[in-house]
């Protein structure tokens, strides 16, 4: 494997008491794709939360191309080149399209991803681009907040849910434009809860189970029992 | 005529509330900080344009050049050091603490200038009017409105034509994901802190030129302000100028009936809008 971009150790993740993190562990090599899959409430998006900052906790837990990044806060880590399309997608709704991607740009990051860029990737946004963010359709809202994350022209970007509450027809849509997304190096941890979708787009998994890894491995080799045994722990 | 004159004079009282209001409007906007120390700052600032007028002999325009950016970075400093601890789910602690703010800033002017009402001195403008359309309008009040809705347009400006507003926006909107942005709503919420007191600023030096006053009236000034931002509907900056006006409008209508009818005339007038339109007459669309 190359160098690791991001390199999870030990990691804790807590709500006030509860816990909802258990010694979590992983790596992702620079440029690798993987996905992270597990049931409801296993953990996905706590520990989205916990590598972008929003959730801060014990410096050395999130190693960042070597740096301890886990006690930060989500907007110095942003700085540092990790985007969170997050859950829900949750775009501004007091700023039309285009700020909400502009915003996306505020880190002010050299890259590929410009305005015209997204554009390019998602036209309808460009039509669209004067609305509220509120006005447009769910697949569009995801473009939103997909190209708002490309803006800041991450190294790594994290997907949590995309395809969450959207018709099959968009998810393909999306999941098509990904590999014109995750391209050149940047690398990529991508939340499904679709676990043939999230294996065919990343090289390794890991699978989270109430707080812990339950099981990693190569994506395409995998047998899907011992996923089924990973992802509901039947024995 | 006189009732026209009445709800002009009224209109250009009204340009002084929205002065009030605009600071408080902008913090509850951006950060849902309800601030019950936002009139001892108008005062405050009224006091710091004395002291500048006294000290450097500054006339008190001019003073605003001294007084706009020290009140400026005092609300960053405060908002950094204190009100910035204070803001969370819960929403009583900012209430506290605001109010034990006030209670300090009260007692510290009456420390530094005692009780005894004070005046800025602005020479010929005080006293200077002109005649239009039969009315006969002081210079003041009309520089006061004509700066009041400077002061809100530019506010609107900022708000949605620049970096900053996007970034008050957004962080109003959704702080967490705000942050992810790349914005620390710390240093947000202080920008947002120092562009409402460089506003109470203005405000301060408006009503020290035009009124005599003391340590004990910033209650007051909240109170009208706090009006003229619910009559308007909150995170309406347009809207908090109409309120003014209304607010200011009903109290010199009631002091033309009565004049010991001039506060309760506007407090009424307030109360009747609440109980009709709870959310103000424009509340911003999708609150
Ligand atoms: N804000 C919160 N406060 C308290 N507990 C929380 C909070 N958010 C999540 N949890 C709990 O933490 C655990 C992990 O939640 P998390 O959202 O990370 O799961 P998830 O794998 O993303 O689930 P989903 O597939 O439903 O999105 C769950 O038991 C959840 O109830
Ligand atoms: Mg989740």
Redesign the pocket.
């Known amino acids: 494997m190359p160098d690791p971009i991001l390199r999870i150790s030990g990691l804790d993740a807590f709500?006030?008491d509860?816990q909802?993190l258990y010694d979590v562990a992983l790596e992702a090599g620079e440029g690798e794709v993987l996905a992270i899959i597990?049931?409801?409430?296993?953990?996905?998006?706590?520990?989205m939360?916990s590598i972008s900052g929003l959730t801060q906790n014990k410096a050395a837990m999130v190693r960042y191309r070597g740096e301890n990044i886990g006690a930060l806060r989500a907007d110095e880590v942003a700085a540092k080149g990790i985007a969170l399309v997050p859950?829900g997608r949750q775009l501004f709704p007091s700023l039309s399209v285009e700020e909400n991607l502009i915003i996306g740009g505020q880190v002010g990051r050299k890259g590929p991803w410009s305005l015209n860029a997204v554009y390019k990737l998602f036209p309808i946004l460009q039509e669209r681009r004067h609305q509220q963010s509120t006005s447009l359709s769910g697949g569009q809202q995801q473009m939103v907040a997909i190209g708002r994350a490309l803006m800041a022209n991450p190294d790594l970007i994290l997907f949590?849910?995309i395809s969450l509450g959207l018709a099959p027809i968009i998810i393909k849509d999306i999941y098509a434009a990904l590999p014109g997304i995750i391209n050149e190096g940047m690398s990529a941890l991508i939340?499904e809860?679709d676990i043939t979708k999230a294996l065919s787009v990343s090289s390794r998994f890991y699978c989270?189970q109430e707080?812990r890894v339950s099981l990693e491995g190569a994506s395409a080799t995998v047998a899907r029992e011992d996923i089924s045994r990973a992802y509901f722990g039947v024995a | 005529m006189e009732w026209v004159n009445a709800v002009v004079q009224g209109t250009l009282l009204g340009g002084l509330y929205a002065l009030f209001a605009a600071g408080l409007s902008l913090i509850f906007g951006v950060m849902r900080l309800v601030n019950i120390a936002h009139g001892d700052l108008i005062v405050l600032a009224a006091y710091l344009g004395l002291s500048a007028t006294t000290l450097l002999g500054l006339h008190p325009l001019a003073a605003l050049l001294v007084v706009v950016p020290a009140m400026a970075i005092m609300g960053y400093v405060l908002q950094r050091a204190i009100l910035n601890q204070t803001l969370g789910k819960d929403i009583l602690p900012p209430l506290l603490v605001t109010f034990g703010l006030s209670v300090i800033i009260q007692n510290t002017l009456l420390e530094a200038y005692s009780a005894d009402p004070q005046k800025m001195n602005a020479g010929a403008l005080e006293t200077a009017s002109f005649s239009a359309g039969g009315l006969s309008l002081g210079v003041l009040p009309v520089m006061t409105f004509v700066i009041a809705v400077g002061v809100i347009a530019g506010l609107q400006w900022t708000f949605y034509r620049t970096a900053l507003g996007r970034a008050f926006r957004a962080t109003s909107d959704n702080q967490e994901i705000a942050q992810l942005m790349g914005l620390n709503r710390r240093h947000i919420f202080g920008l947002a802190m120092a562009l409402a007191l460089a506003v109470t600023a203005i405000a301060g030096i408006m009503l020290g030129i035009r009124t005599s006053f003391d340590p004990s009236i910033g209650g007051g000034r909240l109170i009208f302000g706090f009006e003229a931002v619910i009559i308007g509907g909150l995170g309406n900056l347009w809207g908090t100028l109409v309120g003014g006006v209304i607010l200011g409008v009903a109290q010199t209508i009631g002091a033309k009936i009565d004049p010991g009818w001039q506060l309760l005339a506007g407090h009424l007038v307030f109360l009747i809008i609440l109980a009709v339109r709870p959310n103000g007459l424009f509340p911003r669309i999708g609150e």
């Open positions: 709500y006030g509860f909802a597990g049931a409801n409430g296993a953990g996905k998006t706590t520990l939360r859950e949590d849910e939340v809860q989270l707080g």
